[in-house]
């Protein structure tokens, strides 16, 4: 699964598909930022030490255009 991701993708680990318990950040390199523990400071780690993967998901950033919009005609 590994072979899929790219930087910026989340991966989900522990507990289950349903209802994941922990999330990583990608960034590249074989390596992703998470925080351990809930209050502790994010870490960058290897994606390879994360568990199983559960769960990855691709955030799709669409540009939107803040040009106003033409008044409505009646």
């Known amino acids: 699964m590994l072979e899929v991701v790219q930087p910026g993708d989340l991966i989900f680990?522990?507990?289950?598909?349903?209802?994941?318990e922990h999330v990583a950040l990608v960034?590249?390199?074989g390596l992703a930022g998470h925080a351990p523990r809930p209050g502790r400071v994010v870490e960058v780690a290897k994606l390879a030490g994360h568990g199983k993967i559960l769960v990855i998901r691709r955030l799709v950033h669409r540009r939107v255009d803040?040009?106003?919009?033409?008044p409505h005609r009646r």
């Open 13 to 20: 680990t522990e507990g289950n598909a349903s209802r994941p």
């Open 27 to 29: 960034i590249g390199d």
């Open 66 to 70: 803040r040009r106003p919009s033409p």
